[in-house]
């Protein structure tokens, strides 16, 4: 059972252009969650999807960000017009359907650098 | 909203030695505590969770409490070796009431492990 899978691993953008980080959950799971680091801080939630669904994207900025889960394919979190201030890493994680845990299960994670 | 607070922020032990992580939270239905565990370069691993009808829960050399009075929860690695360098983040979250309920995290202890 392969784990989270997020590509690429590394993305270098130039002010103003546009980033695509992808996610695919673990085989079952059909929660995903987007985390942003910054370098010698926590993790902080941006966004919370279902397939099809954006559950909570309170974390998320307003503008520029979005993201989606369709029916098929992987979770995009997509940054418009990026900015140095946008230069993190990204983690995605999935949980499994039902139940009551929260049990997360990370990705390795997306390196954005903005020039 | 939940707040986690976690100290010290930087750990230095001697292998061998034990090291103990802390954490606050300031939401009395916070009822799940998990701990990651982060190498450099990786994305977040769950080493050990806890929930709030228990106090401790052990595995092998890693042992987590909490004090549901004082909010407090803790992270305890006996014996540590050199793979225990990581970054060790604590979470807490309300599971069950509501699945949009989010895992908050601290900002990180970064536990240096020397020879």
């Known amino acids: 059972n392969a784990g989270v899978m997020q590509n690429p691993r590394h993305l270098v953008r130039r002010r103003g252009q546009e980033a695509r980080l992808r996610c695919s959950p673990m085989k079952g799971h059909s929660h995903v969650y987007w985390y942003r680091q910054l370098p010698e801080e926590g993790l902080k939630f941006m966004v919370y999807?279902?397939?099809?669904?954006?559950?909570?994207e309170s974390g998320m900025p307003k503008e520029r960000f979005s993201a989606e889960f369709p029916k098929e394919g992987p979770s995009i979190l997509r940054i418009q017009q990026v900015v140095r201030g946008d230069s993190a890493a990204y983690f995605c994680?999935?949980?499994?359907?039902?139940?009551?845990?929260?049990?997360?299960?990370f990705g390795p994670g997306t390196r954005l650098t903005v020039l | 909203g939940e707040n986690v607070e976690q100290h010290p922020s930087t750990l230095s032990v001697q292998e061998g030695d034990s090291a103990v992580i802390k954490c606050t939270y300031s939401d009395s239905a916070s009822n799940y505590f998990p701990w990651y565990k982060q190498e450099l370069g990786k994305g977040p691993q769950l080493i050990i969770d806890?929930?709030?009808?228990?106090g401790e829960k052990k595995d092998q050399r890693i042992a987590v409490t909490l004090n549901k009075t004082a909010k407090h929860f803790s992270l305890h690695i006996t014996e540590t070796q050199p793979e225990d360098s990581a970054v060790y983040f604590c979470a807490a979250s309300n599971e069950g009431r509501n699945r949009d309920d989010k895992i908050i995290f601290g900002k990180g202890t970064r536990l240096h492990i020397l020879p």
């Open positions: 999807l279902q397939k099809e669904n954006i559950i909570d």
């Open positions: 806890i929930r709030s009808n228990v």
């Open positions: 994680a999935s949980s499994p359907v039902g139940g009551l845990y929260n049990e997360q299960f």
